[in-house]
């Protein structure tokens, strides 16, 4: 029987259907295995996974497949996005056992949840050196049936040599200039001077090192920094892995030049790139950044936004290219002949020359990605957005992609920051209110009497999955840029709640090392931390931040040493594999820095001098800054206390390390003291 017919996971409800006698993870598929005395299969993937759609089709859709499976196996679903303690727990124990990892992953399990063979997709048939996943089937019902000691040993090895993988801090001190230099220093090294970004095929878009860029910057005045910065983020734009017509990033590039993405959009790499996008035009004003930025927002609100008011995950990459054929891509690919279709011959020449749509193509099948070759020549401005409107229309015609309809709450919470503050930058109010009515969401729905955090919902119903360290840190992340921006002090006593639980429940208490899980969750093989960014801020570094500014903000001391402590991992880590620690670098350039504080007071919130005060607050470039606005007298933060206006007008406070500037009521003045 298979019983993912309730869930709330759209990737679970792919698989409901199949004839495999699927579980959810449950203490009850254990309590199975045991009785029956199988091993238990458990296959991870996501919903906009493009090989978890091919072997879901190949194997779990196959009657006598899933007629072996049900014999010999209890086989168990998990949705990575919706567990990620899982995914981590057993993608460690897949990339200590074969050296790389990815979806989906196939692991093997007693029924005490210790692993013992691992892989990711296997082929229906034997492929390219790789065994047919009915092989692997029969070859690990042999191995339970004739060789359990062995399995058994094998198994327990595993679990030993992760619980032996426990990481300490390797510093107990905070980043200093010298370690943000050698990071910088091991950037350079990586960097691609012809291409943008970093390192060889495939190439994804390297949101947390180019914050920490932005701020090293701001903070040292490097042109290098700001120059990789630039350069990676527009190579990114320019290239196909950036939907020119729709706005929004795709997951990544399959090559070194950005021109051939994978297709699937999430929200995490689109909320973190319009943040980006955002903080570089703060930084150069540069027209291309306030572009990609508002495109990539619009996009946001327009195509992932739930009837509820939060952000759905993903968006496939797969989709019918018109014959009932999923196909990678046929979304967003054309030919010479569609543009001619859709625009004519003369504007399907313009076209083609300005997108770089060729006769062979750039993808598969003679088909094209568009893209924005650097070339010589003008093109008429507003001949191309007549261009551009008409594609997009002939697109929204054909079958779109699925959407992973599940709301995840860190996801939600870095939307809640990037449209928050692009919204305040580019006075775009209803981009501040999409980010609001998230927050309302995670509020309402998320959070329960004691505060805690369930990390996903669908369709306004909450999951059962309790949130994990990134979710706290993010949600808290995206409650203090709300709270800056729109002034509402309710936001910041809610990040206050959610870190408080992050004190109380993820942080060892002797070592101050901080867990993915809470102490109270389910106990796994092992308790997962992580402190490296994979596709997302760590939940480690993340929580670092979210803890340095929160104690910017209310001056408070456990919080403060709480986040030093954090960053212990970052001196330890940052000068030697900085592109996978990007966030936690850019948080201790926030920490080196101060962070400054900024309180603004006026009569209003929407007096023209107080306005023109916040605004040049929100601009600021010095990294990490915090901004508290609010009438005078105001209990509505802690930073407004004590402030009052200056000569009856509006005042800005800046201080830093204990240390207050005389207040202004200038805004050039409060510009130059928090950008130098």
């Not at 051939?260 to 291309?288: G, I, Q």
């Not at 998230?438 to 998320?446: F, M």
């Not at 206006?645 to 509006?650: A, H, K, M, S, Y």
Request: charged content about 25%.
């Amino acid at each position: 029987m298979n019983r993912l017919a309730h869930e709330t996971s759209p990737y679970l409800l792919q698989h409901a259907d199949n004839p495999v006698d699927w579980w959810p993870w449950s203490t009850e598929a254990f309590d199975e295995a045991r009785k029956t005395n199988k091993p238990v299969l458990l296959s991870v993937g996501y919903s906009s996974c493009h090989w978890c759609h091919v072997m879901a089709h190949e194997s779990f859709e196959d009657q006598a497949t899933a007629d072996f499976l049900n014999e010999h196996f209890v086989s168990v679903k998990v949705d990575r996005e919706e567990r990620p303690d899982v995914d981590a727990v057993y993608m460690e124990a897949v990339q200590a056992a074969t050296g790389q990892g990815g979806w989906p992953m196939t692991v093997f399990l007693t029924p005490d949840a210790e692993p013992f063979y691992f892989g990711t997709y296997f082929p229906p048939a034997p492929r390219s050196g790789m065994p047919s996943f009915r092989q692997v089937l029969e070859g690990v019902r042999s191995a339970w049936t004739d060789r359990r000691d062995e399995v058994a040993e094998v198994a327990g090895k595993i679990v030993r040599d992760l619980a032996g993988r426990e990481i300490s801090y390797g510093d107990t001190q905070t980043p200093g200039e010298e370690e943000l230099a050698r990071a910088l220093l091991g950037l350079t090294r990586e960097y691609d001077p012809q291409r943008g970004g970093f390192g060889g095929a495939p190439k994804f878009p390297p949101s947390m090192a180019v914050e920490f860029l932005l701020r090293h910057h701001a903070r040292t005045g490097a042109e290098g920094a700001l120059q990789m910065a630039h350069d990676t983020c527009e190579r990114m734009a320019r290239g196909g892995i950036y939907d020119q017509l729709g706005g929004g990033f795709a997951r990544y590039s399959v090559d070194r030049d950005w021109v051939v993405p994978h297709f699937e959009k999430m929200l995490y790499d689109n909320a973190l790139l319009c943040r980006v996008y955002a903080h570089l035009w703060r930084s150069t004003r540069s027209e291309l950044a306030r572009r990609v930025a508002l495109e990539t927002a619009d996009f946001l609100v327009r195509e992932l936004r739930t009837n509820e008011g939060g952000f759905a995950s993903a968006l496939d990459a797969d989709s019918d290219d018109g014959s009932g054929k999923h196909v990678e891509g046929a979304y967003y690919v054309w030919t010479p002949q569609q543009l001619t279709e859709v625009l004519g011959g003369e504007d399907a020449e313009l076209a083609a020359q300005y997108f770089g749509v060729t006769e062979e193509g750039t993808f598969e099948h003679g088909r094209s990605v568009l893209q924005l070759p650097q070339q010589e020549g003008v093109f008429d401005a507003e001949k191309v957005e007549s261009i551009k409107g008409r594609l997009l229309g002939a697109r929204s015609g054909r079958p779109a992609p699925g959407r992973d309809d599940k709301v995840v709450a860190a996801w939600n919470g870095l939307a809640i920051a990037a449209l928050a503050e692009t919204g305040a930058y580019f006075d775009r109010p209803d981009l501040v209110e999409a980010a609001v009515a998230a927050a309302d969401l995670l509020v309402r729905l998320h959070l329960d009497e004691q505060v805690r955090l369930a990390r996903t919902s669908k369709d306004g119903h909450v999951g059962a999955n309790a949130g994990v360290l990134e979710d706290y840190a993010d949600v808290a992340e995206g409650f203090l840029a709300l709270a800056s921006v729109t002034g509402e002090g309710v936001w910041l006593e809610f990040a206050g709640f959610l870190l408080d639980h992050v004190l109380a429940r993820f942080v060892d208490a002797e070592t101050g090392t901080l867990y993915d899980t809470a102490a109270d969750a389910e106990q796994l093989i092992r308790r997962p931390q992580d402190p490296t960014d994979n596709a997302t801020p760590s939940g480690w570094t993340a929580a670092a931040g979210a803890l340095l500014s929160y104690a910017a903000q209310t001056g408070s001391e456990p919080h403060r040493t709480a986040a030093e402590r954090a960053l212990g991992v970052v001196k330890a880590l940052g000068p030697r594999v900085p592109r996978f620690i990007g966030w936690g670098l850019a948080v201790a350039e926030a920490q080196l820095d101060g962070p400054r504080e900024v309180a603004i007071v006026g009569p209003a919130l929407d007096d023209e001098g107080t306005r023109a005060l916040h605004r040049t607050a929100l601009l600021a470039t010095a990294p990490g800054t915090v901004v508290a606005v609010g009438a005078a007298e105001s209990d509505e933060f802690p930073l407004l206390a004590d402030r009052p206006l200056v000569g009856g007008e509006p005042a800005a406070y800046v201080c830093r390390n204990f240390t207050c500037d005389a207040p202004t009521t200038d805004p050039e003045r409060l510009r130059t003291a928090l950008n130098s």
